[in-house]
């Protein structure tokens, strides 16, 4: 079965730095991969997804991710952090084509200090 | 468009009583679901739909019901509420192919 793991549960950034948020997956087919973000007391809307083709994946809001296979793992980065970014962040995965079963991560909640 | 409503907003019941939880979706998706979401657990996949007449379980069905008799409604059943089953359930939906699922607001329940 697949999973994912996303390291660190809280990650705190200065607005203007480097974002950098972990997923590492488990999956004994080739996955397809999504990042979440959930802003309080809202639903997840998707940031990006990998599916098949280009390794590095852009996102909405500046956010890209990168699939690389050999490390088994599906970053989700931006260059420069804004207040507006901080929310809960999930990684997802599914092997199934008609994506039927996702499987989240953990979330990784996202602060941003002025 | 309203995208995917779940209806109540906030609920809290008492160890046996019973609810269903509303989900509606205008956007004529086949695939609908029921996640429910708990600190340092993330979502985790209750039942599924892939259309009317169509329900298989996910991760965790256990005390949950769900049918589809329509394409625009999938309620969720707890027939014997317990404090295990206090979370925040998601609704989310999808069309065809590659299209990223649709989530609704949630609903808040709490079981004493």
């Known amino acids: 079965a697949q999973s994912v793991t996303q390291l660190g549960s809280h990650v705190s950034v200065s607005e203007g730095a480097l974002v950098l948020l972990r997923c590492n997956y488990s999956s004994s087919v080739p996955p397809y991969l999504f990042w979440y973000v959930q802003y309080p007391n809202q639903g997840l809307q998707l940031l990006l997804k990998y599916t098949t083709g280009a390794t590095l994946v852009k996102g909405i809001n500046g956010f890209e991710a990168e699939f690389k296979k050999s490390e088994t793992s599906f970053h989700l980065t931006k260059p420069s952090a804004h207040m507006s970014d901080a929310a809960e962040y999930f990684c997802a995965v599914t092997v199934n084509t008609g994506f039927q079963k996702l499987v989240f991560g953990t979330g990784t909640r996202l602060l941003v200090s002025p | 468009n309203a995208g995917v409503t779940q209806t109540p907003k906030f609920q809290v019941l008492k160890t046996g009583q019973s609810m269903t939880l509303q989900c509606a979706q205008d956007m004529n998706h086949e695939y609908m679901s029921w996640y429910r979401q708990d600190p340092g657990m993330g979502l985790r996949l209750i039942h599924y739909?892939?259309?009317?007449?169509?329900?298989d379980q996910g991760e965790v069905p256990n005390g949950y019901n769900v049918s589809r008799s329509t394409t625009e409604d999938f309620p969720l059943r707890l027939l014997s509420a317990a404090p295990s089953q206090t979370s925040v359930y998601f609704c989310?939906?999808?069309?065809?192919?590659?299209?990223?699922?649709?989530f609704g607001n949630g609903t808040r329940l709490t079981v004493t």
């Open positions: 989310a939906s999808r069309g065809e192919g590659n299209s990223p699922l649709h």
């Open positions: 739909s892939v259309g009317a007449g169509i329900t």
